[in-house]
């Protein structure tokens, strides 16, 4: 996909070229923390190593995964099954 966002900025107020890598890195950004890209995506676009991508992640407060309480609880019932299962066979 390509998204192209026309911005008018004065001319001599910033260098375009740092703005238009700035906003395209935001851009991305955004992107992952909604989880509309994956984070090799991500990482990919910004021509980061994985490892890098996340400590970026890190830096900005955006999860690399997100795990939540029901996620947690499903594992343990998921878990547990298996474990039921196991025993009876």
Do not use: C, H, S
Request: proline letters at 1%; aromatic letters at 8%.
């Amino acid at each position: 996909m390509k998204l192209e966002i026309e911005i008018n900025v004065a001319d001599g107020a910033t260098d375009k070229v740092e703005l238009q890598e700035y906003l395209r890195k935001e851009a991305i950004l955004a992107l992952f923390a909604d989880r509309k890209i994956t984070a090799g995506k991500a990482a990919q676009e910004l021509d980061m190593e994985r490892l890098a991508f996340m400590e970026l992640l890190k830096t900005r407060g955006i999860p690399y995964v997100i795990y939540t309480a029901e996620d947690w609880e499903a594992d343990a019932r998921a878990v547990g099954e298996f474990e039921r299962r196991r025993k009876i066979g």
